[in-house]
């Protein structure tokens, strides 16, 4: 929205120099920016904490996109109450009959539902299945995940109850984008969280989902701009 409004204010107005500015410091915005605005779909299963932050950076202007919907497998979960309460498009799809993946029709179902909202990067955000063949060949290399630990380690689930149990001294959280491997894609961005002697489980992982809310709008936002690019399994963020 921020993206349009500039540039009708732009093209109204030739003597603003501060597009000019803006191109020359980011001209890979300005070349998205001229033919769509970027647009996200972002699938959860939980809280939607970070589907809020996301929303957030793009209502203050620091990330060029739009949530183009909202997915959930779990009718009741809060990414699609905080969808509404925002007036974006959101949807319950039921996965079907298995219990960590999708079932076929489930999968067709959300391949059709992201490609009718035209969406350019999936962003999952909580959602508690793993994505498999038809789904990845649909979009591959445009899907982030964001994971509570610093991958490698400490992949699956309770992450943040791994890295305490196994003692490790600093965790955190990675952005990383996803392919056929249980959270194994090339990483875009990491930030670390101390363990603190005196942490509980619980403690530690609401400072990692603090953590979270920082990391995953800046890499979504590099993305979105085409500030990323990657190289086999390195991703690298042009300065
Ligand atoms: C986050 O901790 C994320 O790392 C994991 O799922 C959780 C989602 O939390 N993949 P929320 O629904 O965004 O609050």
Redesign the pocket.
Known sequence: MWFDIRLIAVRRSPERGSYNEFEQRHPLCYSIAVNKLFRLGVL????????TAIADAIDAGKISAQVGVALSDVESA??LAHAREREIASQFIPPGKFRTKLDEDAERNYVAALQAARVDLIV????MRVLKGDFLRAFEGRIV????SLLPSFPGLEAWKQALDHGVKVTG?TVHFVDAGVDAGPIIGQQTVPVLDNDTPESL?VR??AA?HELYPKCVGAIACGEVSVQGRRVMWKS
């Open positions: 959860g299963s939980g809280k939607g904490s970070n589907f809060g990414i999952l955000a909580g959602f995940n964001i994971h509570p959280c992982h990692i989902h979270e």
